[in-house]
T-cell receptor, first 110, second 113 residues
């Protein structure tokens, strides 16, 4: 059964304190792994898609990486505006269904 | 211009009532989805339509009935609401062939009393 597990559930960082969020997945044939950001009271907002092990994507202070079993979202020198819930999702080849993890709630303190 | 818009934003109702949530997208996408997000932030797919055709129908009580009058609209009707239906419901859309990015609406918070 396809499964996505994210850790930690919650993370508090001081401004400028870099860290990583983890997304472990089990899927029979990965079509893509996706990262989304969700702010309170809003819908998830797309960040990255990763397709194969070794791939990396960057956007401002965020960098996503992918291995055959997990993905990391690295946050470098975070700012308070990076505070949000970060969701990871996978899509199996041949399906149109995205399986989401329960997210990591990130709080960056000024 | 809101890309994916849902109405209403909040819905408070009594058990046993019937309610509908509407969704519209102006992105030119051909695939639309309904997701349910519980209190633990877990997003679970309920339904998906591609060009008005149902392509995903998860194990959802038959009290939930989606309807897609055209590619740009996907509505969700819920009969005989129960306490356990309380959640945030998100509409999303994507391009079928691309299918890589889901664009989400801002959600409808349903509270069943």
């Amino acid at each position: 059964e396809d499964q996505v597990t994210q850790s930690p559930e919650a993370l508090r960082l001081q401004e400028g304190e870099s860290s990583s969020l983890n997304c472990s997945y089990t899927v029979s044939g990965l079509r893509g792994l996706f990262w989304y950001r969700q702010d309170p009271g809003k819908g998830p907002e797309f960040l990255f898609t990763l397709y194969s092990a070794g791939e990396e994507k960057e956007k401002e202070r965020l960098k996503a990486t992918l291995t055959k079993k997990e993905s990391f979202l690295h946050i470098t020198a975070p700012k308070p505006e990076d505070s949000a819930t970060y969701l990871c999702a996978v899509r199996r080849t041949g399906t149109y269904k995205y399986i989401f993890g329960t997210g990591t709630r990130l709080k960056v303190l000024a | 211009d809101t890309a994916v818009s849902q109405t209403p934003k909040y819905l408070v109702t009594q058990m046993g009532n019937d309610k509908s949530i509407k969704c519209e997208q102006n992105l030119g996408h051909d695939t639309m989805y309904w997701y349910k997000q519980d209190s633990k932030k877990f997003l679970k797919i309920m339904f998906s339509y591609n060009n008005k055709e149902l392509i995903i129908n998860e194990t959802v009580p038959n009290r939930f009935s989606p309807k897609s009058p055209d590619k740009a609209h996907l509505n969700l009707h819920i009969n005989s609401l129960e306490l356990g239906d309380s959640a945030v419901y998100f509409c999303a859309s994507s391009l079928f062939q691309d299918g890589e990015k889901l664009f989400f609406g801002s959600g409808t918070q349903l509270s069943v009393l």
